[in-house]
């Protein structure tokens, strides 16, 4: 996938170094939900996972950049990442969005299952390089949920629209083996051992909660 060698390990550093300096700027002031973690550390945590799984630079950019277009701008934004980062990135970009509306001035996306079973109908005939990238930022979002959820419980899916953890869960079900087809195994199978590790600690949650109620007076 890549042509990095000991002697030179990037195609274009300059492409990544110019991708973090931008996304670093949009995402300012951004934080990962209900907390003070800047959204950046998301972003690079993304891009290293891209760089570990073979990913090329132009896909390096395209994490760092995963996020601009859905969450700062839509169809304009896309058009300056174009622009600055030329046609290969851009289309990365725009695959890995699950909306190109800009919510910045004012439009509203799609419902949130909408969107999700469109992302997964186009994830399922996207080429390898947009499954790499997505199954890194889904293995990312993953891991951080599952820690939180052993640090915070279930209180965890309130920080998300969509409350009902089945519905998170059967999104990432679905990402897991739609990304079968297209992504390295290994990054799969760790999205999936992740996202079972979820299930049991919600599973585990359900049981002490229905113990509880069900305790004599």
């Known amino acids: 996938m890549d042509d990095r060698t000991d002697v030179a390990p990037w195609q274009d550093f300059d492409l990544v170094l ?11 002031g ?68 699950d909306s190109v509306i800009d919510t910045t001035s004012g439009e509203t996306k799609a419902p949130w299952r909408e969107r999700k079973e469109r992302y997964l109908r186009h994830l399922a005939t996207a080429d390898e390089r947009v499954a790499l990238v997505s199954a890194c930022d889904k293995l990312h979002n993953a891991r951080c949920i599952l820690a939180d959820l052993r ?15 089945e519905e998170h869960l059967w999104y990432y079900e679905s990402l897991a083996a739609t990304l079968r087809a ?28 229905s113990s509880g109620s069900r305790r004599p007076p």
């Open 151 to 165: 640090e915070d419980g279930a209180s965890v899916w309130q920080r998300f629209r969509v409350t009902d953890p």
């Open 30 to 97: 951004d934080v990962r939900k209900d907390t003070t973690i800047p959204y950046l550390s998301h972003l690079w945590s993304v891009a290293a996972l891209v760089l570990e799984h073979g990913g090329d630079d132009g896909q390096v950019a395209a994490a760092l950049l995963h996020d601009v277009v859905e969450d700062h701008g839509g169809v304009e934004r896309l058009s300056e990442v174009r622009k600055r980062f030329g046609q290969d990135v851009a289309d990365l970009v725009e695959g890995l969005s």
């Open 18 to 28: 110019a991708a973090s300096n931008y996304a670093a700027e949009v995402h300012r």
């Open 182 to 209: 297209n992504a390295p195994d290994r990054l799969v199978d760790e999205l999936v051992r992740t996202v079972q590790a979820i299930r049991t600690k919600v599973d585990e949650g359900r049981s002490a909660t």
